[in-house]
């Protein structure tokens, strides 16, 4: 089956950087969209980024000018490369991919990951 494994998250103080990295593996056909999410104590879980197979990116307010997206198709894999890091950055961050499989290349569903901390915090 279709897995997605996030790293590179942690502890961070704030001002600092950290680069998150979601593989996606399994019998993949195309993967047309991947992105991040987070959640943080008592919220909801938001959007923090996405970027389409073109390398579009979009962002979250809170996030646009700090935070940059980016995408290796050849090795199925996202990128989050976060920088002036402030405390309320502080969530689970989740990597979510629409793709097809290789028994359905024609047909589109959605993965998560499992969730990785990052923490900012002095």
């Known amino acids: 089956q279709v897995q997605l494994v996030e790293s590179g998250g942690g502890l961070v103080q704030p001002g600092g950087s950290l680069r998150l990295s979601c593989a996606a593996s399994g019998s993949i056909f195309s993967i047309y969209a991947m992105g991040w999410y987070r959640q943080a104590p008592g919220k909801q879980r938001e959007l923090v980024a996405g970027i389409f197979s073109s390398g579009s990116p979009n962002y979250a307010d809170n996030v646009k000018g700090r935070f940059t997206i980016s995408r290796d198709n050849a090795k199925n894999t996202v990128y989050l490369q976060m920088n002036s890091l402030k405390p309320e950055d502080t969530a689970v961050y989740y990597c979510?991919?629409?793709?097809?499989?290789?028994?359905?290349?024609?047909?589109?569903?959605?993965?998560w990951g499992q969730g990785i901390q990052v923490t900012v915090s002095s």
């Open positions: 979510n991919a629409e793709l097809s499989i290789q028994r359905e290349a024609f047909r589109r569903g959605f993965y």
